[in-house]
């Protein structure tokens, strides 16, 4: 790690809309973890209470746990410590012991970044808007001044224990989704270094809990935060081909990709090429639905965000559930899943949300939902998959651009007009009132950067449809 002055880092460098990412030894610090820890504890009011505090693969996460315990018992929490889990086994952990907590990690980011995810008691997100940034601002006063200790605010300084929730987070994954009856399938499994190569072994092997009628193939499971084999980041095409290959060369049924801190899953089929997170949200919710309703709620409510495709609606409402459209982001998600009681949310960028999860998601549980799907009929994943993807989506096309509001400007101007319908719930979305296309532009929060995502009835649509809009944006 670089040396660094302490008191001169500057926090808002690191904390973002939903959590803390920075460069090690730079952007954040052993320190500076200290100082969020303490501010974590008063600005919740967690003085005497339980926090959890655990960490991904990354070489510096051993350090920053210890560093966020200590400034945390410094104000007088009980630091309880999880060591080695992914995000969505902090996410169970905080649900199922209603207490607060951390996960160290910077989920696909390169190796030599770290973060924090952080969480209310009861899996409830934090965000800039609901107390992210006043950790920051109490961090910095500490970071610049000094952490007070318990006894000068008349408390007692905290304890630290430790606890593994590996066995019951795998359980608790198992009674929602049973799997002992499925036919044998063989899955290949692409942990990219990551968390999941403990998670998997743990939710789907045989090595805590019974074992299942599963072959599992492990693609690089050893937990390494250098990240030797490729990216942890399975949104990018060239992070899934060796796991598209070796499905092939072993003749598997299904692969699985996860992302670093394994909340991501993205699913290939027997013919090596991908399920879309569309089809997947799709499928996930039409068990979600039927699951509800023979439990007798009348119509169960299913998130999506509004570039996902037009097939889950369609197919929510086929169903007997009700659609629910947000704007794209895991804080909107978690939001509107809670306001609405809604049974699972699902995004296109693979993360999948559950109310039975505390309505927080977890790439894990998504994957034995399709894993169920495919194990109780006898057709192949390809078969299935195409059942839920009746439209050909473009996938999101980044435009870097000099003048990202002029380039909105032009294609509003060609496509406002009589035919087209035009909302503005994130950025801006067209559809044709004959239903026979859609798209969506949306502006970095970030970046210099223009979204494009579009949906057609069929692929010469699709292209011609995505050719025009880039065209315009590009012009």
Request: charged letters at 20%; hydrophobic letters at 45%; aromatic letters at 6%.
């Amino acid at each position: 790690m670089s040396s660094v002055d302490n008191t001169t880092i500057d926090l808002s460098e690191s904390f973002k809309a939903y959590d803390v990412r920075g460069l090690v030894g730079e952007t954040i610090t052993a320190e500076s973890v200290k100082a969020v820890g303490a501010a974590f504890v008063d600005v919740l009011g967690l003085n005497g209470s339980t926090v959890l505090v655990g960490g991904d693969m990354r070489p510096s996460s051993p350090e920053f746990a210890a560093a966020f315990a200590a400034g945390a018992t410094t104000r007088g929490a009980n630091v309880t410590l999880l060591d080695l889990i992914s995000t969505d086994e902090l996410y169970f952990a905080s649900g199922s012991l209603d207490a607060a907590g951390v996960v160290f990690t910077a989920s696909h980011n390169p190796a030599e970044y770290n973060g924090i995810k952080m969480s209310k008691a009861g899996a409830v997100p934090l965000s800039s808007e609901t107390g992210l940034d006043d950790i920051r601002a109490v961090a910095q006063l500490y970071l610049a001044g000094g952490i007070p200790s318990a006894e000068s605010a008349g408390l007692t300084t905290g304890t630290i224990g430790v606890r593994d929730v590996l066995k019951d987070y795998a359980q608790y994954l198992r009674s929602l989704v049973d799997l002992a009856g499925s036919r044998p399938l063989k899955i290949v499994v692409d942990a990219g270094n990551g968390m999941a190569g403990m998670t998997t072994p743990a939710v789907l092997g045989g090595e805590l809990l019974d074992a299942l009628p599963f072959e599992i193939v492990p693609l690089y499971f050893e937990l390494d935060g250098s990240f030797p084999n490729h990216p942890a980041n399975p949104l990018e095409p060239e992070n899934l081909r060796d796991l598209q290959a070796a499905v092939i060369a072993h003749g598997a049924d299904i692969g699985l990709a996860f992302d670093g801190d394994a909340d991501r899953c993205f699913v290939i089929d027997e013919l090596g090429a991908p399920v879309s997170p569309s089809a997947v949200t799709a499928l996930v919710a039409r068990r979600e639905i039927a699951r509800a309703r023979a439990a007798g709620e009348q119509t169960p409510v299913i998130i999506h965000n509004l570039i996902t495709s037009r097939a889950v609606p369609e197919l929510v409402l086929a169903d007997g559930g009700r659609p629910v459209r947000t704007r794209v982001g895991h804080s909107f998600i978690k939001a509107v899943m809670a306001e609405e009681g809604a049974v699972f949310g699902g995004e296109h960028s693979a993360h999948y949300y559950f109310r039975d999860f505390y309505n927080a998601d977890t790439g894990m549980l998504a994957a034995m939902h399709v894993l169920a799907a495919l194990g109780e009929q006898d057709g192949p994943l390809s078969e299935l998959g195409r059942e839920y993807e009746p439209y050909t989506s473009s996938g999101e096309i980044n435009s870097k651009l000099a003048d990202v509001p002029a380039a909105v400007a032009r294609v509003r101007a060609a496509y406002d007009r009589p035919g087209v319908s035009v909302d503005e719930m994130d950025g801006l979305t067209f559809t044709a009132d004959n239903g026979e296309w859609w798209f969506n532009l949306r502006a970095s929060n970030t970046e210099p950067f223009l979204r494009l995502n579009a949906e057609a009835v069929d692929p010469a649509t699709m292209a011609g449809l995505r050719d025009d809009v880039l065209a315009l944006v590009r012009a």
